[in-house]
């Protein structure tokens, strides 16, 4: 059981370029995020989905598309890279249990260095 | 806009000795809060978490104490070991139309001294 997985774990881009993060969990959860960290500024919420083929905006959405085609899927996606998007990016995953909140459960991260 | 504010930023602790941490929130609408465990390299864990109505929950060495009325929340660490040196985060979410999405302190770098 392999949780949430992250791929690539390491990346160096060029201002202008573009990529893709994927993010892939086996635990049949409903909901995915995608936060970025940077020092001192704990995680914060770029997108999230509620379902399949469902995507929305979180804190801080702007540079970032995201999608959702398979449930076990959740790709994020950068068109045009810039220094500040330099950061550690996580994916997490978490149950819908109606009222009840459930563990979000996190990747080990991808290292993105823009340049 | 930061919506839970955690403190302190970095706590130095000696072995055996209490580490706490402590968050406010100001959105009354949250009813859940997690507190994460980070270790350098790796994403966060779920350490410990706790719904509004209990005051405090205990697991191991670990505990949690919530104010509701006063909006605060803190992590009790008993004992602590150097292996607790770690990124400490408190979170709070609702669900919402964003699920359970959390909304994350800056984190507290703790390190427990041998």
């Known amino acids: 059981n392999a949780g949430v997985t992250q791929t690539p774990k390491f990346r160096v881009l060029k201002t202008g370029q573009s990529m893709t993060l994927l993010c892939a969990q086996d635990?049949?959860?409903?909901?995915m995020y995608w936060y970025r960290q940077d020092p001192g500024m704990g995680l914060r919420l770029i997108h999230y989905s509620v379902g399949e083929g469902t995507t929305a905006k979180g804190e801080v959405p702007d540079g970032y598309n995201v999608s959702r085609l398979k449930k076990q899927n959740f790709l994020l996606g950068l068109e045009s890279a810039a220094p500040s998007q330099t950061s550690v990016y996580f994916c997490?995953?978490?149950?819908?249990?109606?009222?009840?909140?459930?563990?979000?459960?996190f990747g080990q991260g991808t290292r993105l260095t823009v340049v | 806009q930061q919506q839970v504010k955690q403190s302190p930023q970095s706590l130095i602790v000696q072995k055996g000795g209490i580490s706490i941490i402590n968050c406010a929130y100001e959105n009354t609408a949250f009813d859940y809060f997690p507190w994460y465990q980070q270790f350098p390299g790796k994403g966060p864990a779920l350490l410990i978490a706790i719904r509004p109505d209990v005051s405090e929950k205990k697991e191991g060495r670990f505990t949690i104490s919530f104010n509701k009325s006063a909006k605060q929340f803190s992590l009790h660490i008993m004992d602590s070991q150097p292996g607790d040196s770690a990124t400490y985060f408190c979170?709070?979410?609702?669900?919402?139309?964003?699920?359970?999405?959390?909304?994350f302190g800056k984190g507290t770098s703790l390190l427990v001294t041998p």
């Open positions: 635990m049949n959860h409903e909901y």
């Open positions: 997490a995953s978490s149950y819908n249990r109606g009222i009840l909140n459930t563990e979000a459960f």
């Open positions: 979170a709070a979410s609702i669900n919402s139309n964003s699920g359970y999405a959390l909304n």
